[in-house]
């Protein structure tokens, strides 16, 4: 059975780093393309960033330059590690491959 657990999420204050991590099971990780979603209060879920089974990376244009996103297909772990967060990054964070999300992780970026 396919699982996706995020870690790492947290408060942090305006600027600050934060890497989140995704573990994966249940599939064969490095087959499958993966991404990081998240969601905001009464908004819609949104595209963060993806990476490819070649490591090919894309990002929604409000945190390119700021995160990356990266994976571990011998350790079957995604990651993001997201820096100069701002407020409006706050949101709760998902991992996600196709057909399946992780339980979500919430990050709080705020003084």
């Known amino acids: 059975q396919v699982q996706l657990v995020e870690s790492g999420g947290g408060l942090v204050q305006p600027g600050g780093s934060l890497r989140l991590s995704c573990a994966a099971s249940g599939f064969t990780f490095s087959t499958y393309g993966m991404s990081w979603y998240r969601q905001a209060p009464g908004e819609e879920r949104e595209l963060v960033a993806s990476i490819n089974t070649g490591h090919i990376t894309n990002y929604a244009d409000s945190v390119k330059g700021r995160f990356t996103i990266s994976r571990d297909n011998v350790k079957n772990m995604v990651y993001l590690q997201m820096n100069s967060l701002k407020p409006e990054d706050t949101a709760v964070y998902y991992c996600?491959?196709?057909?399946?999300w992780g339980q979500g992780t919430q990050v709080t970026v705020s003084s």
């Open positions: 996600y491959r196709f057909g399946f």
